[in-house]
């Protein structure tokens, strides 16, 4: 019997993935895919589990699809995703309103738990989070002119704070024929920007031979009718100077790098079981803006960590302000269940939080020079459509990756499409984004 199911993606980039993927088996299987949860016979919750904000994002989402259960808006509520996998044993207990669960290695599931769960049983899938990684097809989600394609699943890294190797697995390369189908569809749909993910992307191939393949799978990608190729995330420690010069060689792929470093200190890195030294990351950072002229690099830091005391946090920041790392997102510490981190000491909550400010103020600092820097410029931007709050239209450069940066807001005399590409001449700043006019005006 087809049901109508709403669907809510939490988290990252790889988790929309899924998501779309759990969808398009669905409506493969006859099933009526609902764009709000009023009506729909069940509501699937896709949820992160990374950090414990997440979880509690989860469980607030979670608990308003059981408000309208109560209400009788919706009959069944199933959740599946990071969340699930870490806490699948809890969820039956804590949230009762929860109908059916599915683990991070059963998203190949979710028809079968939709017909459990409308028949009126209580599905627990959790399948083997080192299988293969799933083949399946994709409702895009989102806008026509991006997309992402997944090229692995789990992580090997293995770093002393974070639990994605328990929720996900070990790490697992797509075969790049798969990949390379999967994009060439995305390009037959019309799909301009390409973000390719995984939790590391720098070892793609590596679990099938102990080499990286990901210059060579690039180099295919860069043959197919995307504009714009952005990369998420290349860890440090995998760059190698075959993998720098493709990036720099090809002009589809974007000098924008999402390279997450989280501190600077050796003690801290050795803590974190994080390869490389400060010294390396800095001769890396060197090498890139060398080869790669004008790149926006990007990083993710944490302050708090276990070890960190006020030297370490402050040659943190003096090694952020040296870099001028343009982009960054900065998280004070959360001591996660199950990681070696959390059984070691660390500054409380509250001095971690400061500390998290003050980087920010860093790196707002750092931002502002760049938008002054600017000035006078003129970018290629993908027009996303007009904002009817600043009466203008809006975009993304080379600089700005979708949902995580800030946006280009710009003038025009005509009208101009969404997903479409202008030269924009850069004029102004406002709240820390850039402001601009169509340079062919």
């Not at 939080?353 to 600017?374: G, K």
């Not at 700005?400 to 997903?419: K, L, M, T």
Request: glycine residues 8%; hydrophobic residues 40%.
């Amino acid at each position: 019997m087809p049901y109508k199911l709403h669907f809510i993606s939490l988290g990252c980039a790889k988790n929309v993935v899924n998501c779309e993927q759990m969808m398009s088996l669905c409506q493969e299987a006859g099933h009526t895919l609902c764009p709000s949860p009023e009506g729909a016979d069940a509501a699937v919750i896709n949820t992160c589990g990374f950090l414990s904000s997440a979880s509690e994002e989860a469980i607030q989402n979670i608990l308003r699809m059981a408000e309208l259960k109560a209400a009788g808006k919706i009959k069944k509520i199933l959740v599946t995703g990071c969340m699930a996998q870490r806490y699948g044993e809890d969820v039956p207990t804590e949230l009762p309103e929860v109908d059916g669960i599915l683990g991070t290695g059963s998203y190949k599931d979710i028809v079968s738990a939709v017909e459990d769960v409308m028949s009126g049983a209580h599905p627990r899938y959790f399948g083997d989070l080192d299988a293969p990684v799933d083949e399946f097809g994709r409702v895009l989600t989102t806008p026509p002119w991006y997309a992402y394609l997944r090229i692995a699943e789990g992580c090997d890294n293995w770093c002393a704070f974070c639990i994605i190797p328990k929720l996900r697995g070990k790490y697992r390369s797509r075969p790049m024929d798969k990949v390379l189908e999967e994009a060439r569809g995305l390009a037959e749909r019309g799909v301009k920007e390409l973000i390719v993910v995984a939790q590391d992307i720098t070892r793609y191939g590596t679990d099938w031979d102990g080499k990286h393949h990901l210059a060579d799978l690039l180099e295919e990608l860069c043959k197919l009718d995307f504009h714009w190729i952005r990369l998420h995330y290349l860890y440090p420690d995998q760059m190698d100077g075959r993998l720098i010069d493709v990036i720099a060689r090809e002009e589809k792929i974007l000098k924008y790098l999402d390279i997450p470093l989280q501190h600077c200190n050796d003690g801290i890195l050795r803590k974190m079981n994080r390869r490389g030294d400060k010294a390396y990351i800095e001769n890396l950072l060197d090498t890139l803006r060398e080869k790669i002229p004008g790149v926006v690099l990007r990083t993710s830091l944490i302050t708090g960590l276990p070890g960190e005391g006020e030297a370490e946090f402050e040659e943190l920041c003096q090694f952020l302000w040296d870099q001028r790392m343009l982009r960054a997102g900065v998280f004070p510490y959360s001591p996660e269940e199950g990681t070696p981190a959390a059984k070691m000491d660390r500054v409380d909550t509250a001095e971690a939080e400061r500390r998290a400010e003050l980087v920010v103020d860093i790196q707002s600092r750092i931002m502002d020079q760049w938008n002054e820097d600017m000035q006078g410029e003129v970018v290629e931007v993908l027009c996303e459509g007009f904002d009817g709050q600043s009466m203008s239209y809006v975009g993304r450069s080379w600089a700005e990756s979708p949902d995580i940066d800030g946006r280009i807001y710009f003038s025009a005399g005509g009208e101009v499409e969404a997903g479409t590409f202008v030269r924009v001449r850069i004029t102004g700043a406002m709240d820390g984004e850039l402001t601009g006019e169509l340079a062919d005006e």
